[in-house]
C-alpha cells in the first residue's frame, strides 16, 4: 500500500466517521452566528429608530424613512448573496 493510500484510507475513515459530527457543528455555527447578526441588527435598528425620532418631525416620516431603509437592507442583503452564490457556484449557499 502506498503512502497515498494509506493517507486516502485515514481521509475517508475520518469523514465517514465524522462527517455527521462536522455538519451538526456546522449547522449549530450557522445558527449562532444568524442568532448574533439579528441581535447586532436589531440594535442598530433600535439606535435608527431613535435617532429618526430626535430628528424627523412627524412619525409618519419615521415610518417611510425606515420603510425604505428595510428595503434597502434587505435588496443590499439578496444581492450580496446573489454574488456569492455566484462566485462560489452553489445556489444554496446563503440559505438558513
Known amino acids: ?11 475517508r475513515l475520518m469523514l465517514g466517521d465524522n462527517l455527521a459530527v462536522m455538519h451538526a457543528q456546522v449547522a449549530a455555527a450557522r445558527a449562532l452566528v444568524t442568532q448574533l447578526a439579528e441581535g447586532y441588527l436589531e440594535t442598530y435598528w433600535k439606535q435608527l429608530r ?9 412619525a409618519r416620516d419615521v415610518d417611510e424613512v425606515l420603510a ?7 435588496a443590499a442583503d439578496v444581492q450580496r448573496r446573489r454574488e ?7 445556489l444554496y449557499l446563503g440559505e438558513r
Open 1 to 11: 500500500m502506498t503512502e497515498l493510500d494509506q493517507v486516502d484510507t485515514a481521509v
Open 50 to 58: 431613535e435617532h429618526a425620532a430626535a430628528h424627523y418631525v412627524e
Open 68 to 74: 425604505m431603509l428595510t428595503e434597502r437592507y434587505i
Open 84 to 90: 456569492r452564490a455566484a462566485a462560489v457556484g452553489d
